[in-house]
């Protein structure tokens, strides 16, 4: 070793320590299981979208379920018994009252009855008898249960009219569990809404109608409700449509809304953002019974002019015009000499109703009640029903190519009227053919009017509903009595240059227009 350099000694102790530490280095990582680090989880910062749990967490405590119980009456005494029906069903069958008292049958059903036995006789067992049946005459069973909602602090609320009809007791339950016995203040059925009222020591949180003239279609709602009995339940969406007519009354205007909506959430609210109730939910379309996105909803307009007058007096009192009407076509339009199709079109003025009484006619075209111009039939009675009766309005109807105003008295729209079944006269022998129409009449008996005696299948007339057993009473508001009264309509239709013409047309005492092309006549 005396003879290595010190440089080159110097270079292998270097490299032997080198060494040495490497070896430490490496068994130390194999001894030491050092856990390894791992890269970062992927994160996105994503743009926060609008929700609605702020919207949610204020509304919430203002919607209820509401639970209805009504009277249900058996068909006859113990019909759901195990013994059957009065008097002990099985028990009281043939044979039976031949068994001895002391019979163990006779016994058995005896202690079962607690009132003595099926044959038991006097004032103890009459007694049990009586109070037995006013037990069964009070018993209510759940009947019904749907939403609603608080609109004041003292205890107020909303539901829909379908959700309480037939009830006896009413119970809401709050979104913190609690339930409250209500009282029904008042229904309108026209509009499917009731008010119900809760008597309590507390003040409630409530909500408020929004101003649905602003609503557009495409806007979110938020549909708070009780769904299937589940309890409280959130579903989003968009409203779809306005002025929907579902065929559920003469006042259909409902907003369609696309949220979650099933059997249960009737009653309850759509919310817009601001946590005002936009509309209530009352009908679903739904094939299969459940939500396919199809739902509709009580404007809050509505719903607050129907609500505040229940809460007024408990019943709602509308205006009466006393007219039959029905959509104005564009044949229609183009026989009268109207712009376009609109309005609504008399087709019967009632003998007692104000319109009558002033002058207004089958035939006459209403186009605007109080300078309000009307675009349909639907229009028309929302627009008088929501006058009050006894007023003073001003009714513009359309006749005979020019407008005339009357100034007509509302009356007050009268409950459901019964109409008896109507039976055709039979008519005289003597016939005629409106052959351009596809059309065989004869004249009726008492001389008013012409009987479709027979329709062609494949004519105009047929198309457009006429029916054999119809009567023709007028042709472009003149009456009619023969064949030759309706040429002479027609033909003073085409000098006008009009391309169809108007048949007035009764059925089981209802009256209706129908437009037939000239061309074919």
Request: net charge negative; aromatic share 6%.
């Amino acid at each position: 070793m005396s003879n290595v350099s010190s440089p080159a000694r110097k270079r292998l102790l270097a490299a032997a320590a080198s060494l040495a530490i490497a070896g430490a280095i490496g068994v130390g990582a194999v001894t030491s299981a050092t856990i390894p680090v791992f890269a970062e989880a992927v994160r996105v910062d994503a743009p926060q979208a609008p929700g609605f749990a702020d919207v949610v967490e204020k509304v919430s405590p203002a919607v209820v379920s509401v639970r209805v119980k009504s009277r249900i009456e058996s068909a006859s005494d113990d019909s759901g018994s195990l013994f059957g029906g009065p008097g002990g069903g099985f028990f009281n069958g043939p044979g039976f009252d031949e068994l001895p008292d002391n019979h163990p049958l006779k016994r058995f059903f005896r202690e079962f009855r607690g009132d003595g036995g099926p044959r038991a006789e006097g004032p103890r067992s009459e007694r049990r008898e009586q109070r037995r049946q006013e037990r069964r005459a009070e018993r209510l069973r759940p009947s019904s249960q749907g939403s609603g909602f608080f609109i004041s602090e003292d205890g107020y609320l909303v539901t829909n009219n379908h959700v309480v009809n037939g009830g006896a007791e009413y119970t809401v339950v709050m979104d913190n569990g609690d339930e409250l016995d209500a009282k029904l203040i008042g229904t309108d059925e026209r509009t499917d809404l009731a008010v119900l009222k809760v008597d309590a020591e507390r003040k409630f949180t409530y909500v408020a109608f929004a101003d649905d003239s602003k609503i557009r279609v495409g806007d979110w709602v938020v549909a708070v409700g009780n769904p299937f009995g589940l309890g409280g339940t959130v579903t989003a969406g968009i409203v779809s449509a306005r002025g929907r007519d579902i065929g559920a009354g003469p006042y259909d205007d409902f907003i369609q809304i696309d949220a979650a909506v099933n059997r249960g959430n009737s009653g309850g609210p759509a919310f817009n953002l601001n946590g005002e109730v936009v509309g209530i939910n009352t009908a679903i379309f739904s094939p299969s019974g459940g939500n396919v996105g199809i739902a509709f909803a009580i404007p809050a307009t509505t719903a607050k002019d129907v609500v505040a007058k229940l809460m007024d007096g408990g019943s709602i009192q509308r205006g009466w015009l006393g007219v039959q009407i029905q959509p104005v076509t564009d044949e229609i339009a183009e026989s009268i000499g109207l712009d376009k199709p609109r309005g609504a079109l008399v087709s019967e003025a009632q003998a007692d109703g104000p319109a009558k009484a002033v002058g207004i006619a089958a035939g006459d075209v209403i186009v605007s009640v109080d300078k309000k111009p009307v675009a349909s039939p639907r229009e028309l009675a929302r627009l008088v029903g929501n006058i009050d009766p006894g007023k003073n309005v001003a009714v513009e109807v359309w006749r005979a190519g020019k407008s005339q105003t009357f100034d007509v008295k509302l009356g007050t729209l009268p409950g459901a009227q019964d109409r008896a079944d109507a039976t055709q006269d039979k008519a005289a022998p003597e016939t005629g053919s409106l052959e351009g129409f596809g059309l065989t009449v004869t004249k009726a008996e008492d001389g008013k009017g012409l009987v479709v005696t027979d329709v062609e299948a494949d004519s105009e007339a047929a198309d457009r509903g006429i029916q054999a057993g119809d009567v023709i009473t007028a042709v472009n508001s003149k009456e009619v009595s023969s064949a030759a009264d309706v040429e002479a309509a027609v033909q003073e239709a085409s000098k006008a240059g009009r391309k169809a013409v108007l048949f007035q047309v009764s059925r089981d005492q209802t009256n209706r227009f129908v437009a037939l092309p000239v061309a074919r006549g």
